[in-house]
């Protein structure tokens, strides 16, 4: 049996990958050791650019249920401080709100609607790797057998066995010191404040809800999730942790809940219907891969990196991970990627992944217990009353401070930053730059007064697409979401600008400019 591509892993950044490999014309087969969808939930939610991919992919939509573009979040937190969104002018945070298992839920949707094979009950247990294939061993329902591939990637999370069979080594710190524990449970009515949503917990006061909340004792978030009894979560630094991850009883959760707030909180069974969760984890790592590829081996989501779950970044950082890799793969597999595309997948994620274990080692630093923490966090609070502080995190969480080295040279502002979503008019029809994204070509936009770009793509029309049309006015969709005067730009799959222009009338300059981010992203021109 041979494929394109193998998968090792259909989570929720495998399925991510397989969608858009077949978008970009590559057929890849999923193995997944699950005979069915787990039922167990992690993530709550979207945080940050991803839910704009997930909107120029039209998943927004199907997630989300609305038909409405996503809106920026008025209010998040980093390490357990409230971050007041509304004092930005370009509020980049964008939130979503929906469980995991919904999402995987999606993703399985939309590949098996693009037609890929996702063989559930088929586990990864050996490889090795030839000049030209990758031979994978695989234990399936019926038995052992062997696959062949181009390529494999591993998406089969934190311990990624494609990772370990590939050598790849995963450094990084183990911290053992805390211990969280998660639940559903019932809060008594009386306690639930009708204003915020979040408790009036007698003896102790107001928690918001959906926030960290940080005493000098430990951490608890209240999260009154819609359809469920609300999910609660305390986070303690014991003296003694405990030996396994066994679920908490109802019991050690409330004594929880009672040594991080000093008072009661009189937990209930959860009514309704089920899953519910209860969870311990005890410690955590920290950990980047120390390459993403190994020959005809690639790694994305979790199996590249893994780190605290703090502010949610987790599927922002993989699921735009495997948006990177798809077309970039795809363009390798098809035969026209130019030298060095492939190995670009390594060079741009790395650096976010570095973002992402920063800022999360610094919020788990900043939500730790004692005195000193305390008084950081006051000089914290301080800062986080300037705007520009404000604006740093949000766009820091969000990923929206990503700029990928393009090496264009014409220095618009725009080049190598996530596309803006103008607000377009085509001959026929007013459009949203998001909605022209939806399979995933490389797109030249020519917004210039003749319209005449398209003749430079004479030798990439096979690989990219054009749009003709006039900026609308207002120029964006969204206030929030300004952009610099722009006459051109040629997008990545990925919505990242590869180049820009500002003239009205392009001139040679231009034209080479435009000719020269083809090559260097899209490969050689097809002989006229
Ligand atoms: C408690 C918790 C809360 C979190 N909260 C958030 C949040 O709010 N927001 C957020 O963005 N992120 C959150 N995350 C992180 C997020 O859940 C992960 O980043 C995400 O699941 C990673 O997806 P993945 O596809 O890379 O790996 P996984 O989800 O781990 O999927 C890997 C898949 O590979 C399969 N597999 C493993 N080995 C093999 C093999 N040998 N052969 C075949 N298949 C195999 C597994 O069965 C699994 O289905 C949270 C994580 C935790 C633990």
Known sequence: MSADVVIAGGGPNGLMLACELSLAGVRPVVLERLPERTRENRANGLVGQVVRVLERRGLYERLSGSKEPPHPAPGFVFGALPLDLRVLEDNPLYLLQVPQLRIEEVLEERAVELGIEIRRGHEITGLSQQDDTVTIEVAGPAGPYRMEAAFLVGADGGGSLTRKLAGIGFPGVRRDATVSRTVHATVPDSMVDPATGGLNVPGYGHIPPFMHHRTERGLFVYAPLPGKPPLMTTMEWPQDLPGDERPPTLDEMRASVRRVLDADLPLGEPDGEGPFLRRTLVGGNTRIADRYRERRILLVG?????????????????LQDAVNLGWKLAAEIRGWAPPG?????????????????????????????????????????????????????????SGADIRYHTGAVDGHPLVGQWAPDLLLDTETWRVRLA??????????????????????????????????????????????????PVTALLLRPDCYIAWASASPRPGSDDREGLRSALSRWFGAPLAA
């Open 435 to 484: 909605e022209l994204t939806r399979d995933a070509r490389p797109l030249l936009l020519d917004l210039t007064e003749e319209g005449s770009l398209a003749g430079e793509l004479l030798g990439w029309r096979d690989r990219v697409d054009v749009v003709t049309a006039r900026l609308h006015d207002p120029v964006t969709a969204r206030s929030h979401d300004p952009a610099p």
């Open 302 to 318: 979790d199996a590249a990196h893994v780190h605290s779950a703090i502010g949610g970044p987790g599927l922002n950082l993989g």
């Open 341 to 397: 595309l492939l190995d670009s997948y390594e060079a741009e994620r790395r650096a976010a992944s570095e973002r992402v274990v920063m800022h999360t080692q610094a919020q788990s630093a900043l939500i730790a217990p004692g005195g000193e923490v305390t008084a950081l966090r006051e000089l914290w609070t301080e800062l986080l009353g300037d705007r520009r502080n404000v604006q740093h995190i949000a766009d820091m969480m």
